[in-house]
């Protein structure tokens, strides 16, 4: 399923003002390039993707400089300026999901994270990584499990959040 699109145009320009153009950017969850679309005018861009149809079906190594086809737990990377996890930590465990984003702070300038708010979803698509494991998340909720981050927009039902070496 796509990155939901709350916020999006609002999260470009907060970029634009906070990270350099030529920036190297991983998007983690990358599922049809919407990151991709948005910002790779800008910046260098590589993807994790755990779901390997969405691969193919979306062209995703004609866009992006490298595409690991893993899930995240198990991808290992020296640095980015930023990465970018758009929709993927309500599909985590709460402790995979602090894990994966301490390994993200340790190897980056910048971590983003978009989640949706009290959003239940089984597997979709045939996809079994589409259910919400975390489908408690509010504002708040976030903000006590992910206590280093800080919000850049939100909705009633969405939230973006950064966290800035």
């Not at 919407?34 to 062209?59: C, G, Q, R």
């Not at 959003?119 to 079994?128: S, V």
Request: hydrophobic residues 40%; negative net charge.
């Amino acid at each position: 399923m796509s990155s939901y699109r709350y916020g999006k145009p609002e999260v470009k320009f907060w970029l634009a003002q906070h990270l350099s153009n030529g920036a190297e950017v991983l998007d983690v969850g990358a599922c049809d390039g919407v990151w991709f679309n948005i910002l790779s005018e800008w910046y260098t861009m590589d993807a994790v993707e755990v779901w390997e149809p969405n691969v193919e079906k979306y062209h995703l190594l004609d866009k992006y400089r490298d595409v690991y086809v893993k899930n995240i737990k198990d991808v290992f990377y020296n640095h980015y300026d930023l990465v970018l996890f758009g929709d993927v930590i309500e599909h985590m465990t709460v402790e995979d999901a602090q894990a994966v984003l301490a390994y993200a702070k340790e190897h980056s300038d910048m971590v983003i994270v978009a989640v949706p708010f009290l959003f239940k979803q089984d597997a979709i698509y045939g996809n079994p990584y589409e259910r919400h494991i975390q489908d408690d998340l509010t504002h708040q909720l976030f903000l006590e499990r992910y206590p280093d981050f800080s919000p850049i927009v939100l909705f009633p039902n969405y939230g973006y959040y950064v966290w800035q070496k």
